[in-house]
C-alpha cells in the first residue's frame, strides 16, 4: 500500500490512522502547488488525484482520496483493533454522525480561514471574514461538538476509534491556526496524542 501526504495537514490523518491499524505502507511526501515530478500538481499525480491534494490511498487496483474515506477503509484492514463501530448498530451510527460533523463543520471555518489567509488567489481573499465571521462559526461548530461528544475520555462510544484520529488532527488544526478552543477539548486532544501511534505518525511525517 501507498499513501501520498504532506506533514500534518489532512493526509496526517490518515498517517495516524495506519499506525493504529497496524497496516504496513510505503509514505510518499508531496510538495503542494507543484508542478515537478512527484509534486502534488504533476500530471502523474494528478491520474491518482484529481484536484492535487493529500491523502491519497493506493491499494493494488484502489485509489483512495479523501481523508475520512481512507481511515474508514484502514480500520477495516483491521477488525481485531476495533477501530470503526460494526456496521448496522448504533455505536456506528454515532460515529457516523461524529466524522460526517467533523468534515462537514467543525472543519469548515478552519479551512476558510487557510483559503482567505494564503490558498486562494488574492483577489477572492476577503480578509474581513477571518476574525469576525470564522471565529463566530468556529465556536458555534465547537458548542455543537462538545454536545456530540461522548462523555468518555473518547470522542464516540467507551473506546478509542478513528473518530479520535478525526477529531484530533482537527483540534491540532484549529490551534496552529489559533481559534480558540475549550479546555476540555485541549485536554482530551494532549491525551490522544499521548498515544504510541501518534507518535510513530509524527517521525514518519519528518523522513
Ligand atoms: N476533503 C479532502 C480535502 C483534502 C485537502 O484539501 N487536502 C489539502 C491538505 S490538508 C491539500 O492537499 N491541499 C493542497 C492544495 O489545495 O493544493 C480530504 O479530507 O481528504
Known sequence: MKLYGMGVS???RALWAAQEAGVELDYIIVAFGSTDKG?????DYKQLNYQGKVPTLVDGDLVLTESAAVINYLANKAPQQNLIPKDGTSDRAK???MCYFIVTELEQPLWSKGKHKF?????YRVPDLIDRTL???????QSTLLGLKSTSEFA???HFTMADVLLTQTL?????FEFEIDASLLDYKERMMQREAYSAAMQRTAT
Open 95 to 97: 460515529y457516523d454522525q
Open 172 to 176: 491540532n488544526w484549529a490551534q496552529r
Open 39 to 43: 509534486g502534488a500538481q504533476s500530471n
Open 156 to 158: 464516540v462510544g467507551d
Open 10 to 12: 489532512r493526509s496526517f
Open 135 to 141: 471565529a463566530f462559526e468556529f465556536a458555534k461548530a
Open 119 to 123: 490558498a486562494l488567489p488574492e483577489q
